[in-house]
Structure formats: C-alpha cells, structure tokens
C-alpha cells in the first residue's frame, strides 16, 4: 500500500478522524496488554504486535492529523524496540517526538523518550540515552508524573549496569521500585523486580537475587507475561553459576536456549551460548568454552549490540589463550578491545588489557605485561569495584612482578576469569 492507496483513502474517509482514534487506541491498548519491553525475549505476539503497528502507521498516513500520525510513529518505535529492531526504531521515535512537541503534547513527547532512551542504550549510545534521560526526567518532574518517572529510573537504571556501574544502577531500580509500589503498577513491579535480581546478582547479594527473580516470576505468572517469566528463568540459570552450582546452570541454559529458539528470540539464543561459554571458563574447560563463544560471537556480529558482541570477543580471547593459541588470542583480544572502546566500557577494556598481559606473560615478554597490567590498574583506580572484584584487581595489580611466569599466567588468567564475571539485561 503506498501512501496514496485509493481503497485505504477511502476506508480512512469512512471511518473519520474519531473512528480512526479510537481504532489506534484499540491497537495501543491489545498491544500494552501483551507487556512487551524493550530487550525482552521475542515471539509470535512481537511478530502480531509489528503488524498491527504497521496497519496502524498506513492508516495514519492518509490522514493530515499530525496527532493521530506521531501515535502511530510511537507504535511503530515500540514494537520494533520490544523486537530487538533497535536501529529502525530510532527514526519512528524521533518523528513521534518531534510531532508530538509540534502540537504540544508534552506529555507524551516524555513519554515517547522511555523508549527512544532504551534503544540508543541498547546499542551502546550511552551519551546520547543520558541526554534524552535528562530532557524527560526535566519534564517527568515539573509535571508530578511518577509513572513515567520510575519508568525513566527503570531506563537509567538499566543504563547504569550496562555500563558496568551496578551500585548506581541498582539505586535507581530501588527509587522504580518505591513509584511502581506506591501506583500499585504490578506488571511494572515484576520488570522491576527482575531488574533488581540482576543488580543484587551483579553486586554479590546471591540470596536478595533469588528473592527478586521469585517475586518477578511470581508476579509475571499472575498476569501472564510469558515472555518475562521466560526471562527471569534465563536469569536464575545464570544465577545458578554464580552460586557455584555449574552442572545445573549448564542444564538450565540448555533448557532455556532451547525455549529462546523456538520462539525466535535470537538475542536470547546468543545470550545462552555467551553464558555457557563463561562457565566452561570458569570450570577450566577452554575447549568447551570455545565453540559456544564462537557462536556467540557469529550470531551478534550480525545484530548492532555492540557489547554483547565484543564479550563474545573477550570470551573466545581466553579460551584461545588456555588452549596455547596465543597467537589467535592475541588478534581476537585487540578486536574485543577496539569494540569495548567503541563503548566507552572502561571496566571491559582493562579486563582485555589483563588478559593481553597474560598472553605475553605466556610467551615471555614481560615488559609488555607488566605495561599492559599497570595501564589496567589504573583505569580501575577510579572504579567502584568491591567485593571478590576488588581482590582479583589487586592480585592482578602485583601478579606481573612475580619472577616464575608460567605460573604466573596461568594465575593471572584465573584472576581475570573472576573479575570477569559479568551478566546482561
């Protein structure tokens, strides 16, 4: 259909500017009550939910209501975010944005940069969703709205741990919490509480993470949001590795990778496999580690998530580098730490750098090694790193001046494997 369809012109004509509202505001409310987010897994109902936006976006256009278009521009953004289509969906929030503001609609031009935020952090344009953060939160707060106030904190938050800045991450999730109990928005509270998971995980609180999966799940099932239950069943398999219980996380991860197939959530596929690959590292299985990183590194080189894609990167460096091909490893690192730079991602790049300063370790070249561990050192200085974190970069800090390096490299990748640990959306 193109613009000027005649036989949609005339059904745009039947049904008059009031008909086509209330239709736009049927498929707002069908599409609102599937619960989609933003790096959500995918399935059959993001498929509907882009039809039904496109159908929307068609009949839109054949009318001269610039109000009736930027809802349509909205729909389209959204259900293209909650598909992982990050990129395309940037032009339809800019046009939402800027029609909204053309016709005064402030509210929801604010309302519209929830989404706009997510899909710029998704694709690591971190600068970019801070200042459209600052732009809504401005008018969030002159206006006394708290819904879409702990939304904004939901984004930001979820902004915070993808830059590796879990502690502030993790207040702003906790702030979401307080607006989403007191508004009593219980689909909100189990996104929420799943964010919270990940946080109390990313910050070593193993036990309040499992509380807050419970409760996300929980509360997903009693409104039936398929695809965060699914979610936060993915999360809890990594959960499990964390807790130390490996031979259940990899039974879980195969489980869920499975699900995420079926359901054609692709992103999610190359979460698993990036997943398993981080175990086998961690049990000191390199050759079972390498071909889940390099599938991973496969499927996201043909997304625009950026940083899932150079950790794939990082991973399949250190089982390249246990395995004795250093060399390989070497070329893949500097590949993963162009990608990391690319982001901005300090902690991931000093992380690269201690693994380059194993490889030379391993082949004798401890010049370059001890640069390599002191020009991470210092990145981490200014580092709100605790915990088990906190004591691998100190050992890896000293680890470099020890005079037997076979031993040494060997003892610096374990470090590295440690600070390593690292989980995703």
Same mark, same amino acid.
């Given at each position: 259909m193109t613009r000027f369809d005649p036989y949609l012109r005339a059904y745009v004509e039947s049904r008059g500017d009031s008909g086509l509202r209330t239709e736009i505001a049927s498929v707002w409310q069908s599409i609102r009550g599937t619960n989609l987010y933003s790096g959500g897994p995918r399935s059959s109902q993001t498929d509907q939910a882009i039809a039904r936006a496109l159908a929307a976006l068609k009949v839109a256009s054949q009318t001269n209501d610039r109000g009736l278009l930027a809802e349509a521009c909205r729909l389209m953004a959204h259900t293209l975010n909650a598909d992982g289509q990050y990129e395309p969906s940037l032009d339809y929030y800019l046009k939402a944005i800027a029609l909204f503001e053309n016709s005064g609609s402030g509210e929801e031009a604010a309302r519209t940069r929830l989404g706009h935020i997510a899909a710029l952090y998704m694709m690591g344009r971190y600068d970019e969703a801070i200042e459209v953060a600052r732009v809504a939160e401005q008018w969030f707060l002159a206006n006394n709205h708290f819904s879409g106030l702990a939304k904004l904190y939901t984004n930001i938050g979820n902004l915070n741990y993808r830059r590796e800045q879990h502690q502030i991450g993790l207040q702003y999730h906790l702030k979401a919490r307080v607006l989403f109990e007191q508004l009593q928005d219980w689909p909100a509270l189990a996104m929420c509480s799943l964010n919270l998971a990940n946080g109390f995980g990313f910050t070593e609180q193993l036990d309040e993470a499992e509380k807050m999966y419970k409760v996300s799940q929980e509360i997903g099932a009693r409104f039936k949001m398929t695809e965060l239950v699914l979610h936060a069943r993915y999360n809890k398999s990594y959960l499990l590795f964390l807790q130390g219980r490996y031979i259940e996380s990899l039974g879980s991860f195969k489980i869920v990778r499975e699900l995420f197939v079926n359901s054609g959530s692709s992103h999610h596929v190359n979460l698993c496999d990036l997943d398993v690959a981080e175990i086998y590292l961690h049990i000191l299985q390199p050759a079972s580690a390498l071909p889940f990183a390099k599938r991973a590194v496969e499927g996201f080189s043909k997304t625009v998530t950026r940083y899932e894609h150079a950790k794939a990167l990082a991973f399949s460096a250190m089982a390249l580098a246990q395995l004795d091909r250093l060399e390989e490893a070497e070329?893949?690192?500097?590949?993963?730490?162009?990608?990391? #730079?690319?982001?901005?991602?300090?902690?991931?790049?000093?992380?690269?750098?201690?693994?380059?300063?194993?490889? *030379?370790?391993?082949?004798?070249?401890?010049?370059?090694?001890?640069?390599?561990?002191?020009?991470?050192?210092?990145?981490?200085?200014?580092?709100?790193?605790?915990?088990? *974190?906190?004591?691998?970069?100190? *050992?890896?800090?000293?680890?470099?001046? #020890?005079?037997?390096?076979?031993?040494?490299?060997?003892?610096?990748?374990? #470090?590295?494997?440690?600070?390593?640990?690292?989980?995703?959306?």
């Open positions: 070329q893949t690192a500097t590949s993963a730490r162009d990608m990391f #730079e690319g982001e901005g991602n300090h902690f991931w790049i000093s992380i690269v750098d201690f693994c380059q300063a194993y490889l *030379r370790l391993a082949r004798g070249d401890s010049a370059k090694a001890r640069l390599l561990a002191a020009q991470a050192n210092i990145q981490f200085q200014n580092m709100d790193i605790q915990g088990g *974190r906190a004591d691998s970069v100190s *050992r890896l800090g000293t680890m470099v001046f #020890e005079s037997n390096q076979l031993k040494t490299a060997a003892n610096c990748m374990a #470090e590295v494997l440690k600070l390593a640990i690292n989980k995703r959306r």
